[in-house]
């Protein structure tokens, strides 16, 4: 489970995505992706107030007069979608900060967005908090 905490968060760094990948691990990586958007999404309409309300109306005797959404009636789940249409783009070049990638494709991609905003926040190293240690050391000493 660690292992793919890792390998979802390098593969929603848009400089990457899956370039560090071999092709035999693309297809069971794309998966885990999709199984933890899942989730996500799962999360969202849990708390998502909207969908509480959109529950009240269909349950309403009266349901037939209000207009309702339209399902998604295609094969694929939205999650599913966004992760095939993310993978299809274009790595970003390496400047690119991906907290901010994540902030302007958010209406594009809003589910992969909350996980990039979850996933993207954990720190690679333990180097800044050493660095942290040694300066408090160092002020602490003189």
């Given at each position: 489970?660690?292992?793919?905490m890792?390998?979802?968060?390098?593969?929603?760094?848009?400089?990457f995505?899956?370039?560090?990948?071999?092709?035999?691990?693309?297809?069971?990586?794309?998966?885990?992706?999709?199984?933890?958007?899942?989730?996500?999404?799962?999360?969202?309409?849990?708390?998502?107030p909207?969908?509480?309300?959109?529950?009240?109306?269909?349950?309403?005797i009266?349901?037939?007069?209000?207009?309702?959404?339209?399902?998604?009636?295609?094969?694929?789940?939205?999650?599913?979608?966004?992760?095939?249409?993310?993978?299809?783009?274009?790595?970003?070049?390496?400047?690119?900060?991906?907290?901010?990638y994540?902030?302007?494709?958010?209406?594009?991609?809003p589910?992969?967005?909350?996980?990039?905003?979850?996933?993207?926040a954990?720190?690679?190293?333990?180097?800044?908090?050493e660095?942290?240690?040694?300066?408090?050391?160092?002020?602490?000493?003189?």
């Open positions: 489970m660690e292992d793919d890792f390998r979802i968060a390098a593969i929603l760094d848009p400089r995505r899956m370039t560090w990948a071999s092709a035999s691990d693309v297809s069971s990586l794309t998966d885990i992706l999709v199984t933890e958007g899942l989730r996500f999404q799962e999360i969202d309409e849990v708390q998502s909207s969908s509480k309300v959109l529950k009240l109306e269909e349950d309403s009266f349901s037939f007069l209000t207009p309702t959404k339209r399902r998604h009636r295609s094969g694929a789940d939205p999650i599913s979608l966004e992760v095939k249409a993310y993978l299809n783009e274009d790595n970003e070049h390496l400047s690119v900060n991906p907290i901010d994540w902030k302007n494709s958010e209406s594009d991609y589910i992969l967005a909350k996980m990039a905003k979850h996933y993207l954990i720190l690679a190293s333990s180097v800044p908090v660095r942290l240690f040694s300066v408090a050391e160092a002020s602490l000493s003189n």
